[in-house]
């Protein structure tokens, strides 16, 4: 998973946000009511970047509530991310054991990786074309794995949006084989293994798989793509 270093770049839309702020609903696509966006919404009328380090910002906005109030609402600030379900021409999933630092355990899942900025237009406009680049790349950095079939989006989801602006694109990657060595960032500990599809469904649904990325994936798989 590549991360960002604490540069320059993510402050430039700065400006954008406070002025966008109560527009930010207008094209959310997920079937929420105009009316209920023009009830619920906030309005931002400043954004500034509290905390910066590599992989995200803390950005604080001040925001003005619908019955005029107003405080400060603090969040995660971050590139949105590609996740990938990688298929073997033999029908197993590649998926990664990596030590997460946060939860103090090894997580087993599936490859994922940070959106950058050659990738896309933005690191937050990214199209398809784009992503599949980022899911290539990370798929081949973390496992060594090309997909050999190419890309199909499976969904997009926000998993977190009451602490972070986070986006994760889930990709399914058919017919993977190993093609060149990994790539790894210094700061991460991965090992590689290949496994039968059932078993990693039975994980997640008998909860012994907490990854959520990996849940999401193999659960939309299972109820649109099997």
Same mark, same amino acid.
């Given at each position: ?16 946000? &406070? ?14 009511? /105009? ?28 925001? /003005? ?13 971050? &590139? ?24 103090? +355990? ?43 079939? =190419? ?22 990657? +058919? ?18 293994? #290949? ?8 994980? %997640? %649904? ?5 990854? =959520? +990325?990996?849940?999401?994936? #193999? ?5 649109? /793509?099997?």
């Amino acid at each position: 998973m590549t991360e960002r270093g604490p540069d320059a770049d993510r402050s430039e839309n700065e400006t954008d946000r &406070s002025e966008n702020g109560a527009d930010r609903g207008e094209n959310r696509g997920d079937g929420t009511d /105009r009316d209920a966006v023009d009830t619920l919404a906030w309005e931002t009328v400043g954004t500034r970047i509290d905390y910066t380090c590599p992989g995200f910002d803390v950005r604080a906005d001040d925001v /003005r509530f619908p019955d005029g109030t107003t405080d400060e609402y603090h969040y995660v600030d971050e &590139s949105p991310a590609v996740v990938v379900l990688p298929f073997t021409p033999a029908g197993d999933v590649v998926v990664i054991d990596e030590w997460r630092q946060a939860v103090d +355990r090894v997580n087993h899942g599936l490859p994922a990786g940070t959106v950058e900025p050659d990738d896309a237009d933005g690191p937050k406009a990214a199209g398809t074309n784009d992503l599949e680049t980022a899911a290539a790349r990370e798929l081949a950095e973390e496992t060594g794995y090309a997909a050999q079939g =190419g890309f199909e989006h499976l969904i997009t989801v926000e998993p977190t949006n009451g602490i972070t602006d986070s986006v994760h694109h889930h990709f399914l990657a +058919r017919d993977c084989e190993p093609t060149a060595e990994r790539d790894l960032d210094h700061n991460e500990s991965i090992a590689v293994d #290949v496994v039968d599809y059932d078993d990693l469904l039975a994980a %997640v %649904v008998d909860g012994n798989c907490r990854d =959520g +990325r990996t849940v999401t994936a #193999v659960l939309q798989y299972e109820l649109t /793509r099997r």
